[in-house]
């Protein structure tokens, strides 16, 4: 398998789980909004941490550069981090609009986020590895636990 | 390595290279609306107020919003690197907006020394903007989106020359070229080449993005910028050696665009995200239109349809897109700057716009596609779209300057925090 198949895979599940998040949300049910929320931000976190614990760093290993697009894509993970902060809050408020305009921005940050992985480092790494060594690292990531 | 394989982590150019694009096709767009509700002569596609009111809207509205969005998007999504944002799209900007204001006097009062200022300030608007962004697209490894934007740039570069040949031609300059065949080369490279590809190429990025929608057929986005370049370039060799075949190559040109429009209906309907915001309506009002216009145009080929009508339904599409685009980015903008810059009240993207206002713009917007049917037999109606038209741009005007208002409210007063900044 490779890297960009794996990671992608993810990417589009994290969209799958926010759209019902959304949904739920723009109906007003926020029970509801809470549950599928938290799938979406445990899913994405759970993302996060394969790529910050496996996958970056076999990308500076290949690059040999540590404060290069892995040190951006760090920095956008930070944002969403950030973004899930709020949009817990909102949910505890009960505030429709404002998880509403949260999910806004969330999704066009991610989107932009996951565009430049895709098309930059997992083709990248895909070029560069040799099969065992994408097997290795598509392994430990499927280990990663939250 | 990173950088010999094409590849860039640019971030976003600072928030105001966009907005002073965005800012001066809206007040070109509200101009646009003032001159439509003054003309008389509008139905008449070699009068002068024809010719006036159709350059505010490709150059005054269309150019800039379309630059604003290259300046974003090329950095951002396509890894190309832009030198010095500011200062060029500053010149950039100036030229653009003096080159069409001297481009119009020149159309109102024929003097000659407005073409030359025109032709001068347009030149370089159109070229160094081509050029600059060209040059850098060759260096990156292309998506379909990125390919798209280069050859419609490449087409701006085709619709300049053709352009300024014209205006040397009503100069009294002898330009050994027939002037009706020159027209509609330059006609159909602004339509087809530069705007309807560049809508195309960006929709390839932004709906799925966006949206959350199935991808467009990978095949389908990989060639279809090509083809429709392709069928263009035939369009000019027929009009040298074959200018018959010129209006069947036009209708092709129609109808690949049309397939377009169709695709992205199909991928809006299969959206992931259940709300549908305002800018989802005017994706799809845009391609509506495009839809009506290409009917418009088959029709003409057994019954006269007045230009007007045709003209209008694509002006829907490309102005659509347009709000469609502004609506999306600029609330996210404002917050990305912020919040990027650590600021804790970083205003959410409805603050900026909240979506009852962008509805109110959308349904203002809608009602276009109905009334701008019959502008062609009453004078009345096409006041009551120009007014329209005046409101719709205010609207998306005053949206975009609170929008920047709040961004400079919060930089001076807001409460900030400092965290550790990728150098970027």
């Known amino acids: 398998m490779q890297i960009s198949q794996y990671l992608i895979n993810e990417h589009r599940e994290c ?80 505030n429709k609009d404002t998880f509403l305009s949260l999910a806004e921005s969330l999704m066009i940050l991610l989107q932009q986020h996951n565009m430049k992985e895709e098309q930059m480092l997992y083709a990248m790494a895909d070029r560069v590895l040799s099969p065992d060594a994408k097997e290795e690292l598509i392994q430990k990531m499927q280990e990663t636990k939250l | 390595m990173f950088n010999n394989s094409g590849l860039s982590m640019e971030q976003a150019p600072p928030i105001k290279v966009v907005l002073r694009f965005f800012l001066t096709g809206s007040v070109f767009g509200i101009i646009a609306g003032i001159m439509l509700f003054f003309s008389n002569d509008i139905n008449n596609i070699y009068s002068a107020q024809t010719l006036i009111i159709t350059h505010t809207l490709t150059l005054g509205v269309m150019a800039s919003f379309m630059f604003g969005a290259l300046f974003q998007m090329l950095p951002v999504l396509a890894g190309v690197h832009i030198k010095a944002p500011v200062k060029l799209s500053i010149r950039i900007n100036y030229a653009l907006i003096f080159g069409t204001l001297f481009l119009l006097l020149a159309f109102y009062n024929g003097a000659v020394i407005n073409y030359i200022f025109a032709m001068a300030l347009l030149g370089f608007a159109l070229f160094a903007t081509s050029y600059i962004m060209v040059r850098q697209l060759l260096k990156i490894k292309h998506s379909a989106s990125s390919k798209g934007m280069l050859l419609s740039l490449l087409t701006l570069s085709l619709v300049a020359i053709f352009g300024i040949i014209m205006l040397l031609e009503r100069l009294g300059i002898p330009i050994w070229l027939n002037y009706l065949h020159l027209k509609e080369i330059h006609f159909s490279f602004g339509v087809f080449g530069w705007i309807a590809m560049l809508i195309i190429s960006v929709s390839f990025q932004v709906i799925e993005m966006f949206y959350v929608t199935p991808p467009y057929p990978k095949i389908y986005a990989k060639y279809m910028p090509l083809a429709l370049f392709l069928l263009l370039l035939l369009n000019i060799l027929s009009a040298f050696f ?48 495009y ?76 009602s276009l596609l109905i ?54």
């Open chain 1, 15 to 94: 969209d799958n789980l926010f759209a019902k998040a959304e949904a739920a949300a723009a109906k007003g049910d926020f029970a509801l909004t809470k549950e599928e929320f938290l799938k979406f931000a445990d899913e994405t976190l759970l993302h996060f941490k394969k790529e910050e614990e496996e996958f970056f760093p076999k990308f500076e290993e290949i690059t040999g550069s540590s404060d290069g697009p892995t040190m951006v894509m760090k920095y956008e993970h930070d944002q969403v981090r950030g973004l899930f902060g709020k949009m817990a809050q909102a949910i505890e408020n009960e």
């Open chain 2, 242 to 289: 074959a200018p018959k075949l010129m209006h069947f190559i036009q209708t092709a040109a129609v109808l690949a665009v049309a397939v377009h429009a169709v695709l992205t209906l199909m991928r809006l309907k299969q959206k992931k995200r259940a709300v549908t915001d305002a800018t989802i309506l005017f994706w799809a009002l845009a391609m509506v239109s």
């Open chain 2, 291 to 366: 839809l009506i216009f290409t009917a418009t145009c088959i029709a003409n080929l057994f019954i006269t349809v007045p230009p007007l009508l045709t003209a209008s339904f694509f002006a829907l599409f490309a102005l659509g897109t347009v709000f469609a685009m502004v609506y999306k980015i600029v609330p996210f903008l404002v917050w990305f700057h912020l919040n990027a810059q650590g600021y804790f009240d970083a205003p959410m993207m409805h603050e900026i716009a909240s979506a009852k206002y962008a509805r109110i713009n959308l349904y203002l917007f809608s």
């Open chain 2, 371 to 424: 009334l701008v049917i019959f502008t062609s037999f009453s004078k009345f109606f096409c006041q009551l779209v120009s007014i329209i038209l005046i409101i719709s741009f205010f609207m998306l005007f005053y949206m975009m300057y609170r929008g920047w208002h709040k961004y400079l409210y919060v930089l001076k007063n807001g409460k900030k925090f400092e965290f550790n900044m990728p150098n970027l």
